[in-house]
């Protein structure tokens, strides 16, 4: 997993939707020929990866081919999955909130592009742009308000007596902060669907929830499927398992991003439902039009310049091989899930399995798109153009400018360079820091098309405040000068050199100076410093490590853990400056020149890196904040 994902997963991982390019990874699954061979991979995958259970639903154009779950729904019960057992499905909930908004679009009630703040003017958000680039009902769904993630103290609410959606909106509003004009960037965010829901609550005079049971659950015959903490989850809900431990149930505040409990039974009809466009029988809940803008990018340069991958009302293109599937997945610590289907073959699925397991998630996807796809001939790519100067000028450095939450920025900004170059007549794009090699082709003056699946996923375009731009899929990268990538990376580097050196070096001279072999005073003073400055740091980046499996109540809330992170931080600040200092003092202290000099130039690197640091806001990070 790369390193620049630590901070993310950290803070992230247990409500997050996972990268779509997933079926990526360079392992690849043999392809299950039938349903048995599928049925027989999967539990393959369950027993290596200690999956505990999944519910798979399996729907072609006949209608659904299988439906099952099997495993341990619970194990210290010794309770057996069924199709009948509820599973968290995490950020898929949020296609609820995009049907409700399309269907009172069709009713005339509402409008994709109506003015948020006209709406729920009682909801709080900070947009500098509103003047000229207000927030819009399809930024909310699209995730271009440019707003940061949920911040950890919203992932962390877990009130057993729920709050209602106007309660959860106003736990912690500080996190919708518009961070580029809206529209511009799409960026993932949790909060945006809230808001949505809460308006369709406004327009309608109906909680939420009791919208979506009434125009959703209820026509398409979903018998359990429930926001809540409900009889039904209490008796057929899944354990979910985290890191091999189980996990309470999270109470999620702001319910309409990833709460629902659903069975396989019924996410079979939410399938189907997408591959009958919007029916149920005969009878449309939503028009075929609607479930087209749903699956349609409409609202970024990007789309506007033609590129057809991104997200789109809360359905996504997630490719496999040169299949562009339209998905939502989920997660919550201890439960993943994907919603997949192919309109135009009239296939798709839905599984959710009762761990966190990222590897099993994948595998499992790769298997099912493998199955699905195996008797499918893929859809014809553009022609693609000759490469010419207008494409050769976009080669460079780039570095990512639209990231999930602003804590992490200062990672992206030093781990996410991209590289742009002609490779072979064709555009390539890979991490400067490696990793795969994507190669595009031209379709024209400034949109490209990924070779390995035929699909439109690259442009050109100007940004509102960035100036020229790359898209790529959702990522929005914006050119960097090599000094500067290069630069940075090299402090980077010779300052965690430093840090292992410092620690190593105490073993010698700490030893040495309990001898009596090296005087007090300077000499020592001047080597403390930048390795108290080292052990801060250390301690900074640990703590969050530990707490990669389950972060909520370690950092989400007041504890010995936050603050010892909020305090090392500060104390790496606080040491860095006052190993400078002495290092200048004792500039002229006779002493061994070779410790002095290395000694300094740690201090130095100690006080630019904390100089970067506390640009971000990462000095005196309170994570619970």
Known sequence: MPSRLLLSLLFLFAAGVFNPAFAQEDEEESVPQTLEELEAAIKEVLDEEDVPAIGIAIVEEEGPAWVDAFGEADIAADRDATPESMFRIGSTSKMFVALAVLKLVEEGRLSLDDKAADLAPEIQWDNPWAETDPIRIVHLLEHTTGWDDMHLVEYASSDPQPLTLKEGLDLHPHSRQSRWKPGTRSSYCNSGPP???????????????????????????????????????????????????????????????????????????????????????????????????????????????????????????????????????????????????????????????????????????????????????????????????????????????????????????????????????????????????????????????EEESGLVSMSAVEDGLAGPVIHANTLVLQKVSPLVAYGMLTIAILWAASIVISLLWLLVWGIRRLRGRIPGGATIRVRTWPLLAGLSIAVFFGLLAATLGDPFDSLGKPTAVSITVFIASLAFAVFAVLGLAEAWRARRTPMNRVNYWYSATSSILHVLVALYLFSFGIIGLMTWA
């Open 195 to 449: 808001v949505a829901a809460y308006i369709v609550q406004k327009i309608t005079g109906q909680d939420f929830e009791d919208y979506v049971r009434e125009n959703f659950f209820g026509p398409m015959g979903m018998e359990t499927m429930t926001y809540r903490l409900s009889e039904d989850v209490e008796k057929r809900g899944v354990t979910l398992y985290q890191g091999g431990e189980p996990e309470d149930y999270w109470h999620i505040s702001l319910r309409p991003s990833g709460s629902i409990n659903a069975s396989p039974k019924d996410m079979a009809k939410f399938v189907r439902f997408f591959l009958e466009r919007g029916r149920v029988g005969n009878e449309p809940l939503v028009s075929e039009a609607s479930i087209r803008r749903m699956e349609t990018v409409g609202s970024t340069p990007a789309a506007a310049a033609g590129q057809g991958t991104g997200y789109a009302l809360h359905n996504y293109t997630s490719t496999y091989e040169r299949w562009a599937f339209r998905s939502h997945n989920g997660g919550v610590n201890g439960g993943l899930s994907d919603l997949s289907y192919l309109p135009e073959a009239s296939r798709g699925y839905h599984f959710a399995i009762n761990s966190g397991n990222g590897e099993a998630f994948g595998r499992i996807s790769r298997l099912v798109r493998g199955y699905l796809t195996r008797d499918l001939d893929p859809p014809d790519a553009p022609e693609p153009v000759e490469l010419a100067p207008v494409h050769t000028q976009l080669t460079g450095l780039y570095r990512a400018i639209n990231p999930r939450q602003e804590v992490t920025r200062f990672l992206d900004y030093l781990l996410n360079i991209q590289k742009l170059y002609v490779d072979d007549g064709k555009l390539a794009r890979r991490g400067l820091l490696g990793g795969d090699v994507r190669y595009f082709l031209p379709v024209s003056d400034r949109l490209f098309m």
